[in-house]
């Protein structure tokens, strides 16, 4: 689609882009040697690298989505984009699978981690495949949520921000301190549904090795709420 | 051919454009005039699919730009204020990327490509970042754009702005040979483009219309509409000169400009004022180097049509012409 290769040529132009995958890799691997301990370990297993991956996306999706739409407002190219003749839908889209597929390339330079566990020892690599997708799918929904958020606004800085908020919200639903918590004051079954609407939750259960349909249909229904939400709100920009 | 219906766009309280209703048809170029903050961008912007009216409709060669975008806006080409576009983009994978959008292929594509970048000078910068050049050759991307898919009906917002007086020379010759076939509205506040491309102007103030006819038709409007204007050489003839035109009974006022030593007789309504002003320069045997029947001040009638009275009268040459 035409957009999503406008969008994707567009992140390489800039030498932002190779910063960011810089960042991101510089960082993953601190966390996962430094923090994780992967060597230490003595496990031939990926999940030091995996485990910090909702924390690493939180402050890196929000840098990759801020700029979605309120640069689009900001330079006004957004009433170009919106007077050529395609639909909301297909530039939604043709945005998001651009910003995915950027954050893919970036997750998938991190490579060089799983060759080095499968050099110094046998890892179960269906297992690291496994979490690989969910690291994958976690990203889509930073990024859908970070889309809808960049599409209210005018300003990065605030896209950014009000991201990693709602971000934030999402990944703490599903850490047990904070359901601990709330369990006090609330009934289990809702206990139950804020755990499921966490990315955390879902992406613990893919990144153990088992993609169960569930989590799929979790992950789908996330993004799929969020770009609809996007076009929602650039439908009422529209007629505001 | 385009249509509104009682189109409207409140912004909070404000009402930005009031129950428009007009249509233009093939053949037209459609000049929307109004001081900043009228409503002609909003106006353009419904038109164009970026705005959606709070009331009202508009239509584009038969398909309605809310209930069929798509169809509407693949006829139709566009340059928003300002001509924004993808800086980081250079200026061929822009047109690139606004052809595969167009559904432009094979020969006819490039062909198009080619007429383009040749009617709007853009060879020299094809390989050029858009962010790095400058306003003028920015403002000719946004045309080049607007024009690449070779649509029926064009919406040009200022397309003239910030180009130098060749530029907009060639833009406005541009525009004049796109009209024989084409459906074309220029936003524009300035007034002499009115009369160089348009066949038709709208005015509007505070969002309605205040006028819709041909640009001659609304200079003679104007209070100088056939008023007799003459030079002198020499400032006692002058003096002489506007008291004996002012006697004449056809006339209603005579102005006068010391400096370029220029007298301008206004004719009450219906009346020719041009043979008694010949009889008296014949009668003092005055040589006079220039002596012309104006057809009309543009923005004298632009003043007044979207100016309260009072602030029209004091407020001479507050309008850019």
């Not at chain 2, 595969?100 to 040749?118: F, P, S, W, Y």
């Not at chain 2, 020299?124 to 991307?141: A, D, H, M, N, Y």
């Not at chain 2, 024989?180 to 524009?188: F, G, M, P």
């Amino acid at each position: 689609m035409v957009v999503f290769r406008r969008e994707l040529r567009s992140y390489f132009a800039t030498p932002l882009a190779y910063v960011f995958i810089v960042i991101y890799l510089v960082l993953a691997a601190v966390f996962t040697f430094q923090l994780g301990g992967l060597l230490e370990r003595g496990q031939a297993d990926l999940q030091p690298f995996f485990r910090w991956h909702p924390w690493l996306y939180l402050v890196l999706i929000p840098a990759i989505s801020m700029r979605l739409w309120a640069e689009e407002r900001n330079s006004g190219s957004i009433e170009l984009l919106m007077t050529l003749p395609i639909t909301l839908w297909q530039a939604v889209v043709g945005k998001f699978l651009a910003a995915w597929s950027f954050a893919g390339v970036a997750l998938a330079l991190t490579f060089p981690i799983w060759i080095t566990v499968n050099y110094l020892g046998k890892p179960d690599n269906g297992a690291i495949v496994a979490a690989y997708v969910g690291s994958f799918l976690m990203a889509g929904g930073y990024l859908s949520i970070g889309m809808c958020l960049s599409a209210a606004t005018r300003n990065q800085v605030i896209a950014f921000i009000t991201a990693a908020l709602v971000g934030f919200i999402f990944l703490l639903a599903g850490y047990p301190v904070v359901l601990d918590f709330v369990r006090g004051v609330l009934p289990q079954a809702l206990v139950d549904g804020i755990a499921s609407l966490s990315f955390f939750t879902h992406f613990e259960a893919i990144s153990k090795g088992v993609i169960d349909l569930r989590d799929l249909v979790y992950f789908a229904a996330l993004i799929g709420f969020w770009l609809a939400a996007t076009a929602l709100v650039l439908d009422m920009k529209k007629a505001e | 051919m385009i249509t509104t219906k009682n189109l409207s766009k409140r912004y909070g309280d404000k009402l930005a454009v009031d129950d428009l209703t007009f249509s233009v048809s093939p053949g037209e170029v459609l000049g929307f005039l109004g001081a900043n903050g009228a409503g002609k961008s909003t106006t353009m912007r419904m038109i164009a699919g970026f705005v959606a009216p709070s009331a009202g409709a508009v239509t584009v060669c038969g398909h309605d730009i809310e209930r069929e975008p798509v169809a509407a806006k693949s006829r139709m080409g566009y340059l928003p204020e300002g001509a924004p576009s993808y800086g980081e983009m250079t200026v061929d994978e822009f047109l690139e990327f606004v052809a595969d959008i167009r559904g432009l292929t094979g020969a006819r594509r490039r062909e198009r490509r080619g007429i383009v970048i040749e009617r709007l000078a853009l060879a020299p910068v094809i390989e050029q970042v858009i962010e790095t050049l400058s306003k003028g050759f920015r403002r000719r991307v946004g045309l080049a754009q607007a024009l690449i898919h070779d649509p029926q009906v064009l919406i040009l917002d200022e397309p003239t702005d910030g180009l130098d007086p060749n530029q907009k020379h060639e833009v406005r010759r541009l525009i004049n040979e796109l009209s024989k076939d084409k459906l074309v509205i220029v936003s524009t506040h300035i007034l002499e483009e009115v009369h160089e491309v348009c066949t038709r102007a709208i005015i509007i103030a505070d969002g309605r219309i205040v006028a819709d006819e041909t640009p001659s038709a609304l200079e003679s409007r104007s209070r100088y509409h056939h008023a007799v204007s003459l030079r002198f050489e020499r400032p006692e003839q002058m003096k002489e000169a506007q008291r004996e035109i002012a006697a004449l009974p056809e006339v209603a006022e005579v102005e006068s400009d010391e400096r370029e030593l220029r007298l301008t007789a206004v004719p009450r309504a219906g009346k020719n004022a041009l043979p008694g002003v010949s009889a008296i320069i014949v009668r003092h045997d005055w040589q006079v180097p220039e002596l012309h029947l104006e057809s009309g001040r543009l923005d004298e009638v632009f003043r007044t049509l979207t100016q309260p009275p009072a602030r029209a009268a004091s407020n001479v040459g507050g309008m850019q012409t």
